[in-house]
C-alpha cells in the first residue's frame, strides 16, 4: 500500500528560501549582497534561508553570511577526492562551511545538442552518485527534480519525476526529515518567466511528497522540504506558496537582487500564514 504524507503536519513545516545565483556575481557583488541580506534578517524570520553563491565566492561569503542563515554550493563531485582537475568535493565545501549543495540541476542534467548550448549531460545516476557523496560529508543535498516541456506534453511528467527520485534515492536513507531537500523544477519554467501554474506545481510536489513516503514513511515525508523553483518572482510567490505541498522556491534570476529576494522569502512567510 502507498504510504500517505500527514497533510495537517505538512503545512507545519517551516518554509525554505534558497538563492541560487549560478555564474553570476563577483566577490565585491556578493558581499554587498550578503550585507544587505544580513541587514534584512528582522524581515525573513518566517522562513529559512540559503545562498547558493559559485565556488571562488563561497569563502567571502561565509565570512559575512549572518546566522541563521544558511550556505550551500550550487555542484558537487561524486568522488570523496582524487584526480578529477577542476572538480570539488564535498569535504571541501564542508570546509569552507557549506552546509547545503544543489544535486542535479536541470543546467547540469542536460546533454549536449539539446535545450541547453553547453549540455554537461550529467545522468540520473550521476546525480544519485553526487547527492550520495554530499550525504556521506554530512551536507543536505538539495536534489533538483523536473520535466521538459516535451515529457509534459506526452503526459510523462510523473514518471520523469520517479525516474529521477528512484535513481538519486536508491539506497539513501535518512533519519530526520532536515537531511534532505528536494526542489520541483519544471525545466520549461527555468529563466523563461513563465511559471508553472498553483494546480501544476502542487499536483507535481503531491506526487513527490507520495514517492517520498513510499521510500521513507509518511511521518518524514510529511516534515521534508520541497521547493518550487522555475520563474520564481515577489509577484508569484505567494500564489504559487500557498499550495499544500510547497514548502518554499529555489530561487534564480531573482535572487541576484536581494531586494526582490528579500521579498520572495517574505511572500513565502505571508503565503504559509495563509494556509493554516
Ligand atoms: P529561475 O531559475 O528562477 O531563474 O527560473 C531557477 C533555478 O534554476 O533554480
Redesign the pocket.
Given at each position: 500500500m502507498t504510504a500517505q504524507p500527514q497533510s495537517a503536519e505538512t503545512k507545519n513545516v517551516r518554509a525554505l528560501v534558497?538563492a541560487?545565483w549560478?555564474m553570476n556575481k563577483v566577490t565585491k557583488e556578493a558581499i554587498d549582497f550578503v550585507e544587505k541580506l544580513n541587514a534584512a534578517w528582522d524581515r525573513l524570520r518566517g522562513v529559512d534561508v540559503v545562498v547558493a553563491p559559485a565556488f571562488p565566492l563561497i569563502g567571502s561569503v561565509a565570512r559575512r553570511l549572518k546566522d541563521p542563515f544558511g550556505l550551500a554550493a550550487q555542484n558537487v563531485h561524486s568522488s570523496a577526492s582524487g584526480a578529477f582537475t577542476g572538480e570539488v568535493s564535498a569535504k571541501m565545501l564542508v570546509d569552507v562551511g557549506c552546509e547545503f549543495v544543489?544535486v542535479g540541476?536541470?543546467?547540469r542534467r542536460v546533454a549536449q545538442g539539446t535545450t541547453h548550448a553547453y549540455g554537461i549531460g550529467e545522468s540520473d545516476d550521476e546525480v544519485g552518485r553526487k547527492l550520495k557523496s554530499a550525504q556521506s560529508a554530512g551536507l543536505v543535498p538539495i536534489l533538483?527534480v523536473g520535466e521538459q516541456l516535451v515529457e509534459r506534453d506526452r503526459g510523462e511528467t510523473e514518471a520523469r519525476l520517479n525516474a529521477q527520485l528512484a535513481a538519486a534515492l536508491d539506497g539513501v536513507s535518512i533519519a530526520s526529515s532536515r537531511e534532505l531537500v528536494i526542489?520541483y523544477?519544471p525545466v520549461w519554467?527555468?529563466?523563461?518567466?513563465k511559471?508553472a501554474t498553483p494546480e501544476q506545481a502542487e499536483k507535481a510536489h503531491h506526487y513527490i511528497r507520495a514517492r517520498l513516503a513510499d521510500r521513507f514513511g509518511a511521518a518524514i515525508a510529511a516534515h521534508l522540504r520541497i521547493l518550487y523553483?522555475?520563474?520564481?518572482?515577489p509577484d508569484n510567490v505567494v500564489e504559487i506558496g500557498r499550495c499544500p505541498d510547497v514548502n518554499g522556491a529555489?530561487?534564480?534570476?531573482?535572487?541576484l537582487d536581494v531586494e526582490a529576494f528579500v521579498a520572495i522569502g517574505e511572500g513565502i512567510a505571508r503565503a504559509r500564514e495563509r494556509k493554516g
Open positions: 534558497v541560487n549560478k544543489l540541476h536541470s543546467e533538483c526542489a523544477e519554467a527555468i529563466g523563461t518567466g511559471n523553483g522555475g520563474s520564481v518572482k529555489l530561487v534564480g534570476g531573482a535572487s
